[in-house]
Every structure is written in structure tokens, then in C-alpha cells.
């Protein structure tokens, strides 16, 4: 199963039983995905059960009226099962098109609706992308309005056959599955989420420490071939004492980090005095630019 489908699997088991949020997700999913009919019906077409189910059931509840539902298995490859229920034109009537959900129930049950109808979203292992494909632009504002209606920040989009609305901010898609009643994908959503971000600080760690021991590595390299250049012109003997100290104990360990090697010192000295002893002995070797 797709997470989509997981999605709209969590969304079709959210209660609607107050006819003002029923009214306001009937008219979504007739507005975003509703096709019209010559004689003034309206088909709704899916291959998802749950959904028809539910729109079948809250049609029937909420007008008293006999929706039809017809089902057939598709002949293309996959053979998947398509549901159409079809709204007569007195039930299409007796909805008021289109109502302005003043609730915050009613709007989000408006969302609800929008997304069952044209919604999709990537599996959040894959990325983090929703959108609600719309059949004109005017769909796609108004879905984007009323995602802002509730502090998401999606964006919109012409695609061939149509406009989208989409959310790509992983807190963004959180939050309109929690407000659309999504709660069974939001738990599997949030659990990858936060695998994800423990793996990306887990690698940036990873990264920074590899970055830091290469840097140490070439700096060790570039020391040892200062001294031994002075070793070769006969200029050792002539370091100070302090100098000649630090490039004795950097030959016997050319892997320890400049702290280490200044605890290897009587008396120990710290990190920063370590580093400027050395930068000494590579400007008396005469390397350009030292530490650089």
C-alpha cells in the first residue's frame, strides 16, 4: 500500500457526523474531484473503497437521498477495482455549493475532503512532499488560502493537467495531517521524521569528526616534513630548547592532536602555545604561508 492510501485510510476512519462538517467535505471532494455529467449528476471516480464508501454514506446521511454506486475491475495490467458514485442532480441541488466553513471543524473537514478527492503524498523515507492536484487555478488558491487559514505555508504550481497545491516543510505536512484527523499516518510520519533527523546529525557528526582528523592528519604531515628539512640543512641543533622539544615529541607521534602532544610536555602546555611553537619551527623551515 502507498502512503497515501495510508493516509486516506487514517483520514476515511475520522468521524463526521455534524451535517455542517459533512456539508463542508462533500462540497471539497465536488469541487477538487468531482466530474460533471450531461444531465446535471455529478461522478465521483476512485479506486480507493474506503473513500467511496464514506462519501456514499455521508451523502445518504446528510440529504436522505440514494447516491449510486457502481464498481468494476479496470482491464488495464494492474486490474484495480474503480468505484464511481453518482450524485443525481437533486442530490447535487441539495448541497449548497460550496459553503463558507465558518468553523475551524468545518474547515478542516473542507482540507479533509480536498485531499480524498486529488491529495498525494511521498513516503516521508523518500522525501517530504504533499500536494492536492486541482482542476483550475482558482481551486488551487482557494485550497492554498485556507491551508494558510492555518499557518501552512504551501505553495502552488500549473502542471499539464491542472494546478497543484503542495506543502514541502516536513513541520508543515505534520501539522495538516494532525489537523485533517490523519493521526494513524501522522504517527508513522513522525517516527520516520525523527529516525531521519537522528541519521542527518548522526552523519553531520560523523562528517565534522572525519573533517577535523583530516585536517590533523595534513597538519602532522606538513610539521614532521618542516623538521625534517631542518634536520637535513643541519639547523636542529640550533632550535631553542622549547622548539626542539615540540619537534621531537611530533616525530614520535605523528598521529596525536595538537592538545596531546602539549600534555606530553614538562610542564604540560596548552593547545593554542602547541600550535604556535610549531608554526615557529615551519617558518624557520621556510614554509610560505604556515598552517594555511
Keep these: 500500500m502507498s502512503f497515501s492510501l495510508e ?24 469541487t477538487v474531484g468531482a466530474d460533471p455529467a450531461p444531465d446535471g449528476s455529478r461522478v465521483v471516480s476512485t479506486e480507493h473503497a474506503a473513500f467511496a464508501g464514506r462519501l456514499f454514506k455521508m451523502l445518504k446521511a446528510l440529504t436522505g437521498t440514494h447516491p449510486v454506486l457502481h464498481y468494476k475491475r479496470e482491464t488495464n495490467l494492474k486490474k484495480h477495482m474503480l468505484y464511481k458514485v453518482i450524485l443525481p442532480s437533486e442530490t447535487v441541488k441539495a448541497i449548497r455549493q460550496d459553503p463558507e466553513p465558518r468553523r475551524s471543524c468545518c474547515r478542516k473537514a473542507w482540507l479533509r475532503g480536498a485531499f480524498l ?17 486541482c482542476p483550475d487555478r482558482s481551486t488551487a488558491e482557494k ?7 492555518f499557518g501552512l505555508h504551501p505553495g502552488t504550481a500549473a502542471r499539464s493537467s491542472g494546478y497543484i497545491v503542495y506543502i514541502k516543510e516536513s513541520a508543515n505536512i505534520s501539522d495538516f495531517l494532525n489537523l485533517t484527523g490523519a493521526h494513524g499516518a501522522l504517527m508513522v510520519f513522525e517516527n520516520v521524521r525523527i529516525m531521519k533527523d537522528v541519521r542527518n546529525s548522526v552523519n553531520r ?4 569528526e572525519t573533517a577535523n ?8 604531515r606538513r610539521q614532521r616534513e618542516c623538521i625534517l628539512k631542518l634536520i637535513s640543512r643541519g639547523g636542529a641543533d640550533d632550535l631553542p630548547h622549547n622548539l626542539r622539544q615540540i619537534a621531537i615529541l611530533r616525530l614520535e607521534h605523528p598521529e596525536a592532536s595538537l592538545e596531546e602532544l602539549g600534555k ?7 593547545k593554542s602555545g ?8 615551519e617558518m624557520l623551515a621556510g ?6
Design 7 to 30: 493516509v486516506k485510510d487514517a483520514l476515511c476512519r475520522m468521524p463526521c457526523e455534524k451535517a455542517c462538517c459533512m456539508a463542508c467535505e462533500i462540497s471539497a471532494i465536488l
Design 117 to 133: 478527492a486529488g491529495g498525494s503524498m511521498v513516503h516521508p523515507e523518500k522525501g517530504y512532499h504533499l500536494e492536492i492536484t
Design 143 to 149: 485550497i492554498a488560502d485556507r491551508m494558510k487559514g
Design 205 to 208: 557528526i560523523v562528517n565534522c
Design 213 to 220: 582528523l583530516d585536517k590533523t592528519v595534513e597538519a602532522s
Design 264 to 270: 606530553y610536555l614538562r610542564p604540560p602546555l596548552g
Design 274 to 281: 602547541v600550535n604556535h611553537r610549531l608554526k615557529k619551527i
Design 287 to 292: 614554509l610560505p604561508n604556515p598552517g594555511k
